[in-house]
């Protein structure tokens, strides 16, 4: 959970004039223009070294950037490949969250003898992760491994994403969906005249929730219309307000609605700007609107903010109750194996290790602190990985025992 926090800015050194509007500070970055010259200091000023003044302000200001900011940017981690060669940390980050494709053959011989159940992550496992998420389609070929799993596993989809959303994207009626962070949940379909008996898992904790969710997508539209590419999504029991398109800061030479430019002068030729984050101002929004609903929490996705009913349930839960309403809730022969890319997944993973039965695998390319075991890099190695299970699940059972 990002956790939002105000700080007042202390006094500056002598000599400097002290900024009244201490929460403007609190989302700007510190751009610095130091004249050439050195110009003698007026009557009544103290003379202040350009190098100690610099060190104050990098330390005084870099103190007052919140903590969130830097979050939103390990959502968002370096391109592959401006990325320098492993270091011995990413070397024993793989030691410890080995490729699962890898470890295929260990993996299968911790499962045998007990059943696997499938749980699946979405957004960056089943499908790339774009810049618009309604055009976060899955390919045809991972659709019909997905097909190919549900025969031989028990499968769920566990997404933050709406579950009617997620279900278009996939289009597969044999799989349990999860949506909204596993607030609604619903079974496979069954064929069946009766339209009650056509759902066999159907269980919604945050249904009353619905109206003030609506109420606050609303104002959080609105809210953020003045920042260009953010992009609010309801997702029925939660809110998602993506920022994969925002610029991360402000040009000094935009016309940015809000752009604050202030300038403390020391012996007149000493000037320092402060930018706005455009990141910043838009948690700021999102925050503002928040105030008003203490019964709904905010996270951090993978470059999104995720808005939630303070209810205790995740991903994690979604999967504890799957495993129940499947005859597995304190089964010793079941192995659950859940593939995810996301924070929120985190849930899950520590609920399996928790458990110790079954195992996490988290899709990225680069090391993360997870509770994951396994590690695959993109969806490519998600359906790669699926597809050997589904191949190892066809083999003949002879054949089987000797993996």
Not at 68 to 84: E, F, G, N, R, Y
Not at 227 to 253: Q, W
Not at 319 to 333: K, R
Not at 377 to 389: A, G, I, K, N, T
């Amino acid at each position: 959970m990002v956790s939002f926090s105000e700080e007042r800015p202390k006094n500056m050194a002598a000599g400097q004039n002290v900024i009244s509007d201490a929460k403007s500070v609190l989302n700007m970055s510190i751009t610095m223009t130091v004249s050439a010259q050195k110009p003698p200091a007026p009557p009544g000023c103290i003379s202040v070294s350009r190098k100690k003044l610099l060190q104050n302000l990098e330390i005084n200001a870099g103190a007052r950037v919140n903590a969130w900011v830097d979050s939103m940017k390990a959502s968002s981690p370096t391109h592959i490949k401006s990325l320098p060669s492993p270091s011995d940390d990413d070397v024993s980050w793989n030691l410890h969250h080995p490729s699962a494709l890898e470890m295929f053959e260990q993996i299968i011989d911790e499962s045998k003898g007990k059943q696997i159940v499938m749980f699946l992550d979405y957004d960056g496992t089943l499908s790339p992760i774009v810049e618009d998420p309604d055009r976060a389609f899955m390919s045809k070929k991972m659709r019909k491994t997905v097909r190919k799993l549900a025969k031989c596993f028990p499968t769920a989809i566990v997404s933050g994403r709406c579950r009617d959303k997620v279900y278009k994207f996939v289009k597969l009626a044999e799989l349990y969906y999860a949506g909204s962070h596993g607030m609604d949940i619903k079974g496979p379909e069954k064929r069946s005249k009766s339209k009650k008996d056509s759902e066999s898992v159907l269980f919604q904790p945050a249904s009353e929730f619905l109206p003030m969710i609506d109420e606050v997508y609303k104002q959080l539209a609105e809210t953020t219309k003045s920042t260009p590419g953010a992009k609010v999504e309801n997702n029925k029991f939660c809110l998602s307000v993506h920022f994969r398109c925002v610029d991360e800061k402000v040009k000094a030479n935009s016309q940015w609605q809000l752009q604050l430019l202030f300038a403390i002068q020391l012996q007149k030729h000493l000037i320092f700007c402060f930018k706005i984050q455009k990141w910043s101002e838009l948690a700021q929004q999102v925050r503002s609107v928040l105030k008003k609903y203490p019964k709904l929490r905010l996270t951090q996705g993978r470059k999104v903010l995720e808005i939630r009913p303070t209810i205790k349930w995740d991903k994690g839960k979604a999967l504890e109750f799957l495993l129940e309403s499947l005859g597995f809730a304190n089964c010793a022969n079941v192995f659950p194996v859940y593939i995810g890319d996301d924070r929120t997944d985190e849930d899950a993973f520590k609920i399996l290790r928790d458990r110790g039965q079954g195992f996490g695998i988290l899709v990225s390319k680069f090391p993360k602190d997870t509770s994951a075991s396994y590690s695959l890099q993109e969806p490519d190695e998600v359906m790669d990985f699926l597809r050997r299970l589904v191949e190892w699940k066809q083999l003949p059972v002879r054949a089987q025992s000797r993996m």
